[in-house]
């Protein structure tokens, strides 16, 4: 099955710096690559997505990177806030009619005022 | 808009006990899945459901069993509950994919468990 692995388990930046997490698959089938955003006590949100057929995608500060061959995602935030700070999870999805995800182990982000 | 509700919100159980976890989605979306969070190792998958009347294993099925009841209602029993059982229990919600593409799956707000 599919196997995802994330780095660094925990990131601490200065309000303003840029973050980057990063996520490695092992399905090479996988087309789906979510990102979520827990904050706690509460369930992952969802911030942003990508599909197999784009290499990158934006929304505002936050942008995702994808590399098909490489099979590795990576997140980007840039300027900083501390309300950045979460856990985030990366996740991929293989075709199938279930669509279930597969977690990375999670990345503490801590932003610094 | 209620989204995936889950119940209950905290739960102590003693050693053998049984106990349901309850989950239901009013965004009318055929698949239904119940993850486990521990410390370090993300969300695992413990049973899905791709569509009313079907169910399967997931990565960490064993000690648990699913009922998807209705297209709206998917629960998690545990019939005997174990101290390794401890941890936070979330149901999600995922549509039917457009035209090919996927859709975003929505979470619950979680269910903490202590086995003692």
């Known amino acids: 099955g599919e196997n995802v692995e994330q780095h660094p388990s925990t990131l601490s930046v200065q309000e303003g710096d840029s973050a980057v997490i990063k996520c490695t698959y092992s399905?090479?089938?996988?087309?789906?690559f979510p990102w979520y955003k827990q904050e706690l006590g509460k369930g992952p949100q969802l911030i942003i997505d990508?599909?197999?057929?784009?290499g990158e995608k934006k929304d505002q500060r936050i942008a995702v990177t994808l590399n098909k061959t490489a099979k590795h995602f990576s997140l980007h935030i840039t300027e900083t806030q501390p309300e950045d700070s979460a856990v985030y999870f990366c996740a991929a999805r293989a075709p199938g009619s279930a669509r279930q995800l597969t977690f990375g182990s999670g990345t503490q982000l801590t932003v610094l005022p | 808009n209620a989204g995936v509700t889950q119940t209950p919100k905290f739960q102590v159980l003693k050693t053998g006990q049984s106990m349901t976890l309850q989950c239901a989605q009013d965004?009318?979306?055929?698949?239904m899945y119940w993850y486990r969070q521990d410390p370090g190792m993300g969300l695992r998958l413990i049973y899905y459901s791709a569509s009313e009347g079907t169910t399967d294993k997931g990565e960490v099925p064993n000690g648990y069993n699913v009922s998807r009841l209705n297209k709206r209602e998917f629960s998690l029993r545990l019939e005997s509950a174990a101290p390794s059982q401890t941890s936070v229990y979330f149901c999600?919600?995922?549509?039917?994919?457009?035209?090919?593409?996927?859709?975003?799956?929505?979470f619950g707000q979680g269910t903490r468990l202590t086995v003692v």
């Open positions: 399905d090479s089938a996988s087309n789906y």
């Open positions: 965004m009318n979306h055929n698949s």
């Open positions: 990508i599909r197999s057929n784009v």
């Open positions: 999600a919600s995922a549509g039917p994919p457009l035209q090919g593409s996927n859709t975003e799956a929505f």
